[in-house]
């Protein structure tokens, strides 16, 4: 038979306990209260497409670098020839590798992340909230929100974003190309910063905007190719399958993937030709424009060189758009 003294140490404790489990809750409501309060400030859900968009696609780049890498130098050889070997990925890969280190392979790390930081911060938050703006005055207009609504969505975002990105473009593809060169006439970027810089200085501010075109373009291409086939395919997978949100969002990010490489695949090639060009002691430069570039290939190499490396090209875009799209839905999730 316990004591009086057992009793009262035991009720004590449990009072204790409540006591403790109450805070705990308390503690808990107000932490939840406060994160949904300054999530739901307008100042923040204005600024969290941005962010959340700009953390996707820097996640993206970091797993997908080396694919970029292999797909740029299979874009640049046997530049201004119809004919002679035809490298492929694996070689490419091999011949990297073999010439270095494997860490070669992530040459141009830091500005492709700081293309991302700017570009895909720009391009997924414009499109989101042009979707939102297209989703209230489709409301207001009685009806849903259509694929020419996605497509004009997808357009315009991705041309904005990318002539905020081209600095930033340009200087991953010099640092990419650079190994291309002989070894006398390498620039050594040490970073994209660097790299910035040194262009800025050599060549002129405006120099960093060298294929500001062609990169727009091919931006628009992407992007509607990626974003309105991705919030279509994954519209359509909804309404007429029963698969997870999960393998929804795999499966439409693989579409659009393909669709986004398919469109812009040829501009991202003249984008290369272009942003790689220096110009010559003589002051000329290889291609005086982007129809100059398209008709001088189309001419010299063929029309398939604009499809060369579409495999390569499809394995990085599809990645990186599934990795996108997918950090890009969770964090939306987790923020809401």
């Given at each position: 038979?316990s004591?009086p003294?057992?009793?009262?140490?035991?009720?004590a404790?449990?009072?204790?306990?409540?006591?403790?489990?109450?805070?705990?809750?308390?503690?808990?409501?107000a932490s939840s209260?406060?994160r949904?309060?300054?999530?739901?400030?307008?100042?923040?859900?204005?600024?969290?497409?941005?962010?959340?968009?700009?953390?996707?696609?820097?996640?993206?780049?970091?797993?997908?670098?080396p694919?970029?890498m292999?797909?740029?130098?299979l874009?640049?050889?046997?530049e201004?020839?119809r004919?002679?070997?035809?490298?492929?990925?694996?070689?490419?890969?091999?011949?990297?590798?073999a010439?270095?280190?494997?860490?070669?392979?992530?040459?141009?790390?830091s500005?492709?992340?700081?293309?991302?930081?700017?570009?895909?911060?720009?391009r997924l938050?414009?499109?989101?909230?042009?979707m939102?703006a297209?989703g209230?005055?489709?409301?207001?207009?009685?009806r849903?929100?259509?694929?020419?609504?996605?497509?004009?969505?997808?357009?315009?975002?991705?041309?904005?974003?990318?002539?905020?990105?081209?600095?930033?473009?340009?200087?991953?593809?010099?640092?990419?190309?650079?190994?291309?060169?002989?070894?006398?006439?390498?620039?050594?970027?040490?970073s994209v910063i660097?790299a910035?810089?040194?262009?800025?200085?050599?060549?002129g501010?405006?120099?960093?905007?060298?294929?500001?075109?062609?990169?727009?373009?091919?931006?628009?291409a992407?992007?509607?190719?990626?974003?309105?086939?991705?919030?279509?395919?994954?519209?359509?997978l909804?309404?007429?399958?029963?698969?997870?949100?999960?393998?929804?969002?795999?499966a439409?990010?693989?579409?659009?993937?393909?669709?986004?490489s398919f469109?812009?695949?040829?501009?991202d090639?003249?984008?290369?030709?272009?942003?790689?060009q220096?110009?010559?002691?003589d002051?000329?430069?290889?291609y005086k424009?982007?129809?100059?570039?398209?008709r001088?290939?189309?001419?010299?190499?063929g029309?398939?060189r604009?499809?060369r490396?579409?495999?390569?090209?499809?394995?990085r875009?599809?990645?990186?758009?599934?990795?996108?799209?997918?950090?890009?839905?969770?964090?939306g999730?987790?923020?809401?």
């Amino acid at each position: 038979m316990s004591s009086p003294w057992s009793r009262a140490m035991e009720k004590a404790k449990r009072r204790a306990d409540t006591a403790l489990d109450r805070a705990k809750s308390s503690s808990a409501a107000a932490s939840s209260r406060l994160r949904n309060d300054v999530l739901h400030t307008p100042a923040v859900r204005a600024m969290l497409p941005f962010v959340n968009g700009g953390l996707a696609g820097m996640t993206a780049t970091t797993v997908i670098q080396p694919i970029d890498m292999v797909k740029v130098r299979l874009q640049l050889a046997g530049e201004g020839a119809r004919s002679g070997p035809r490298p492929s990925a694996l070689s490419v890969t091999r011949k990297i590798i073999a010439s270095g280190k494997v860490m070669d392979l992530y040459t141009g790390l830091s500005a492709g992340l700081l293309r991302q930081a700017v570009y895909t911060t720009a391009r997924l938050g414009f499109f989101d909230s042009f979707m939102t703006a297209l989703g209230t005055r489709a409301t207001a207009q009685g009806r849903s929100v259509g694929f020419a609504d996605r497509a004009a969505a997808g357009l315009t975002a991705g041309g904005l974003a990318a002539l905020v990105g081209n600095p930033a473009d340009l200087a991953l593809i010099r640092m990419q190309s650079d190994g291309l060169k002989p070894a006398a006439q390498r620039a050594h970027y040490r970073s994209v910063i660097d790299a910035l810089a040194r262009i800025a200085r050599s060549e002129g501010v405006l120099a960093l905007w060298a294929g500001a075109f062609p990169t727009v373009v091919r931006a628009m291409a992407l992007n509607f190719g990626q974003l309105a086939f991705f919030s279509e395919a994954k519209q359509q997978l909804r309404a007429r399958t029963e698969w997870s949100g999960r393998a929804q969002t795999l499966a439409a990010s693989g579409i659009a993937g393909f669709f986004a490489s398919f469109f812009s695949l040829p501009f991202d090639f003249v984008k290369t030709r272009l942003q790689r060009q220096t110009r010559a002691p003589d002051g000329s430069l290889p291609y005086k424009s982007m129809m100059d570039c398209f008709r001088k290939v189309a001419k010299d190499e063929g029309l398939l060189r604009f499809y060369r490396g579409f495999s390569t090209y499809y394995v990085r875009i599809a990645p990186h758009a599934m990795v996108t799209l997918i950090v890009a839905d969770y964090l939306g999730f987790i923020t809401r």
